[in-house]
């Protein structure tokens, strides 16, 4: 049956184009490229890169983002959870941070920049009646030496997706009872999470949480937007080295590609480390028997922080949208003088090529993924197995390990099969990242689906290839479009894939995006990033208005 082929697919689109290009990044690291007359080995590169100008600054930058970034969003959801889970705050702030998932993290970051900028909106909102400036202020706020913009951009977007895994490991930990359970001991609310509940959420989370910081250590657009550049993190560095003409220089940036994949797994083993000093900690604060009844300080905090970072986001995307259609808005107005949709009507004819590829990539590639995971997910019914640690490990093997790390390495296998640059190249790259967040999307709802429906078509008479395309299917419909439109937003969002092995020639929304942050034109700027922001929501319209629309006379169908 053809499902049988779901899992061997799902595992070579996953672990194929990581070790392909991990061993295109190692052999080229150590000398070894005959194509480029490297047969023998050598540590000459790594040699040449640990002495490069800035090199340890850079690495420090990465590792210290990684991990800030990580530790603070991980600090916030889990605090948020303890002190809010079950009430109706939490029920609001849930579908108010939940949409934020879908917003790329280059339009967050080009967001957050024209918030916190020198002339930004925040300073135009408080001047010159609070800070007395009429000009913008000479002060290096984005793209400040320490990150810390970046690392700032990073944690309100790791947030949501924190919440969001958070959210769906919570069903598997008993959390109404053992909170009641430990207020019936005097436990305080964030007391009893941490000591009952938090182990077991953890656990569930933790691929997740290993997922951000490999993230957080190798973002490129991001980076490239809030981050430093004397020096620049390493990362952004990294790929100035792969695009460099000379082609010796491949040699070079082969040995940077490996550094970057040594700083990930140094912050994957710190945080292992930290992980075991928590627990230590908590296991002493166990021990000592203190119940921490007075948090409500503290859960007033995180469910500041909370709303900050949603208020962020969304606050940034609408500065985006008003500098798209801004007309003349000069330092302290708080307003343009005029809105205009010129600035759309100019830059229309260079949208159509990045748009169509854009659209193109991430049509196919999510729907690649859409049916690679409903194989596997039929496969797993007729064998009755649930996919264990080990698939789900493969599962985020494309999210642990950092992008440049391998991503070079396979540009240079697309170089060699004279592949590179193409659609089907592309459309492979993306499909990589898509398919984790796509079957983590669906296996959920799939799992969840009441068989005894099947039953009762079996009982009549139906196949099961019947069965499922006119009964599990259409009431999974929802569940399918959702996670087509987290496909689809994951595929508008990739950068560095496109960059890579795009190689220049196929341009999308998020590349011409990024090209653009280091010029200073923020209204064209504004439109890019903003049409970059309305793709996916578009997706997820889209994936809301066709089941209201077909099951319109269905009302269970339509929630």
């Known amino acids: 049956m053809l499902s049988r082929l779901g899992p061997p697919l799902a595992v070579a689109v996953l672990a194929g184009p990581i070790l392909f290009g991990l061993a295109g990044t190692i052999l080229p690291a150590f000398g070894y490229l005959p194509a480029l007359d490297g047969t023998g080995f050598t540590l000459a590169h790594i040699e040449n890169l640990l002495a490069q100008p800035g090199i340890l600054m850079s690495v420090l930058i990465s590792l210290a983002a990684g991990l800030i970034t990580t530790a603070v969003s991980l600090g916030v959801v889990m605090l948020f959870i303890a002190g809010w889970a079950g009430t109706r705050i939490f029920s609001r702030i849930q579908h108010l941070v939940s949409p934020l998932l879908s917003v790329p993290h280059a339009a967050a970051a080009f967001g957050l920049a024209f918030l916190i900028a020198p002339s930004g909106m925040i300073a135009r909102m408080l001047s010159p009646w609070l800070t007395g400036w009429e000009r913008p202020p000479d002060l290096l706020i984005v793209n400040d030496p320490l990150g810390l913009s970046m690392t700032a951009g990073l944690i309100v977007k790791e947030i949501p997706f924190l919440l969001l895994i958070a959210l769906a490991a919570l069903p598997q930990v008993d959390l109404p009872r053992t909170r009641a359970l430990a207020a019936s001991l005097g436990y305080g609310r964030i007391a009893g999470f941490l000591h009952g509940v938090w182990p077991p959420l953890y656990r569930q989370m933790r691929l997740a949480v290993f997922a951000v910081i490999a993230f957080a250590t190798s973002v490129v657009d991001v980076a490239a937007i809030l981050g430093p550049t004397t020096p620049a993190p390493l990362a952004v560095r990294l790929v100035g080295w792969m695009n460099d003409p000379e082609l010796s220089m491949r040699f070079f940036a082969s040995a940077g590609a490996l550094l970057q994949l040594g700083v990930t797994a140094a912050a994957l083993l710190i945080w292992i480390a930290l992980e075991r000093l928590g627990a230590a900690i908590l296991r002493r604060l166990r021990r000592s028997g203190l119940r921490f009844r007075g948090d409500m300080w503290l859960r007033q905090g995180a469910l500041a922080a909370m709303v900050a970072a949603a208020l962020t986001v969304l606050a940034g995307l609408a500065t985006l949208a008003i500098w798209s259609f801004a007309g ?65 490990l493969f ?124 010029g200073g034109n923020r209204r064209v700027i504004g439109v890019y990033a903003f049409l970059q922001m309305l793709l996916p929501a578009a997706g997820f319209a889209v994936a809301t208005l066709i089941p209201a629309l077909v099951f319109r006379n269905r009302r269970a169908m339509r929630v």
């Open 328 to 392: 003349l808005w000069q330092f302290p107005d708080a307003v343009p003088e005029t809105l205009t949709a010129k600035n759309w009507i100019k830059t229309a004819p260079r949208l159509a090529g990045p748009l169509s590829v854009t659209l193109g990539v991430a049509a196919l590639s999510t729907a690649l993924a859409i049916a690679l995971t409903l194989l596997c997910l039929i496969r797993e019914n007729e064998t009755g197995r649930i996919a264990g640690r080990w698939a789900l």
């Open 395 to 518: 599962l985020y093997l494309p999210l642990l390990v950092p992008q440049a790390a391998f991503l070079f390495g396979l540009q240079l296998l697309f170089v060699f099969t004279g592949s590179v640059a193409s659609l089907p190249a592309l459309v492979l790259a993306h499909l990589t990242f898509v398919m984790p967040y796509v079957f983590l999307s669906l296996s959920d709802p799939w799992r969840a689906y009441d068989r005894r429906y099947e039953a009762v078509a079996a009982g009549l008479g139906k196949s099961r290839s019947a069965t499922l395309l006119r009964v599990r299917l259409p009431m999974l419909s929802r569940a399918i479009l959702v996670a087509a439109a987290v496909g689809f937003a994951v595929s508008v969002g990739q950068y560095l894939p496109t960059l890579l092995i795009g190689a220049g020639r196929l341009e999308t929304i998020t590349t011409e995006a990024v090209a653009l942050a280091s």
